[in-house]
């Protein structure tokens, strides 16, 4: 390739990322001061700058956070796990947490199927409500089929979890008051109910300091799940009539590059291969990304995205965040 024609490149490339990053330092300062969510801060930045009509000058850039450096974010996380963190919670955790991310997929997919969503959309919702909020959102897209509708409702999906998780960080802690739960308990609720972090920080301080732990060590139970879950999800697109081309199924893929890194990091991180300066490197970078990443498909969709909303997905993530709770509630009252 020639200097001209990576100069050009360049130049195409440029007020995108420049956009994508200015855009992430806006949402994280907004967020900061307006005590909300980054990734509902991102959306709505991204749907603003949709809004001005450069997505001809801007979008080879934000294909790049979009694509490739979304999938990256997605893959730094598994750096965050520590099994050691993990272990605390014991065995109970793990099938507890299990339960909830497949319970919550299942009855999901199939509450969206009933309601009329495309099976793929109904798989990113499920996925948001059962493992993680956004950053699940977004994995789920990942293994899904890339088109507009996807990308869509992911971001629709990002803002509806969002306001899911502030409603039960408020409500969460005086419920599980009245269903008498003691502090490790409802942090235990809380992790395995909640689908945002930073919700289930606030939910768990708000409480007590044993409760905030507790809730961060059982949400962390759940994160874990993330990469088995979107391999599951690419599975079932794969033998479902979303994965299909022609009529016929297609083949069984191998899990994407990025689950692969989610998982190596991982096992790198329980293994203390990995220096807790790169740790929180791997964090910060984790963050930029997804935050850039939501930024930047928001920014292609525009805000007459939102205009398109499906009552029946708002009717999905509300019924899946009910059940995700009653399976949380029971199980916490079975193992903790």
């Known amino acids: 390739m020639t200097a001209a024609a990576l100069r ?24 900061q001061s307006l005590h909300a969510p980054a990734p509902l801060i991102a959306v709505v930045l991204g749907m603003m700058l949709g809004a001005l009509g450069l997505q001809a000058q801007l979008g080879a850039g934000l294909d790049l956070f979009a694509k490739p450096g979304l999938r990256l974010g997605v893959a730094m996380m598994g750096a965050q796990i520590s099994w050691a963190e993990f272990a605390a919670l014991g065995g ?32 990113i919702a499920a996925a948001a409500c059962s493992i993680c909020g956004a950053s699940a959102a977004l994995a789920a897209s990942q293994a899904a089929p890339a088109n507009p509708a996807n990308q869509r409702t992911t971001a629709l999906v990002i803002v509806g979890v969002n306001l899911l998780s502030t409603v039960a960080m408020l409500a969460y802690p005086p419920l599980a008051h009245a269903l008498g739960l003691t502090a490790h308990q409802a942090g235990v609720f809380f992790g395995l109910s909640i689908h945002d972090v930073a919700q289930v920080a606030g939910a768990g301080a708000s409480v007590s300091p044993e409760t905030a732990s507790t809730a961060a060590l059982a949400k962390l139970a759940r994160i874990v799940w993330l990469g088995p879950a979107v391999v599951l999800i690419g599975f079932m697109l794969t033998r479902g009539k979303d994965g299909a081309e022609g009529g016929k199924l297609s083949r069984l893929q191998a899990p994407p590059l990025f689950v692969l890194g989610f998982a190596a990091l991982a096992a790198a991180r329980g293994l203390n291969l990995i220096p807790p300066a790169l740790v929180t490197t791997l964090a910060a970078c984790s963050s930029f990304l997804l935050l850039a990443g939501v930024g930047a498909i928001s920014a292609k969709l525009g805000p007459k995205a939102l205009l398109q909303v499906k009552p029946k997905l708002a009717v999905m ?16 009252r079975i193992f903790f």
């Open 92 to 123: 109970p955790a793990v099938l507890a947490s299990g339960v909830v991310v497949l319970g919550g997929l299942a009855i999901g997919a199939a509450a969206g199927v009933a309601l009329g969503l495309p099976f793929a959309e109904a798989l």
């Open 317 to 332: 993530l509300g019924t899946v965040t009910l059940v995700v709770a009653v399976l949380a509630y029971g199980l916490t």
């Open 8 to 31: 050009i490149g360049a130049g195409r490339l440029a007020p995108g990322l420049v956009a994508g990053v200015l855009l992430v330092v806006l949402a994280k300062l907004l967020a």
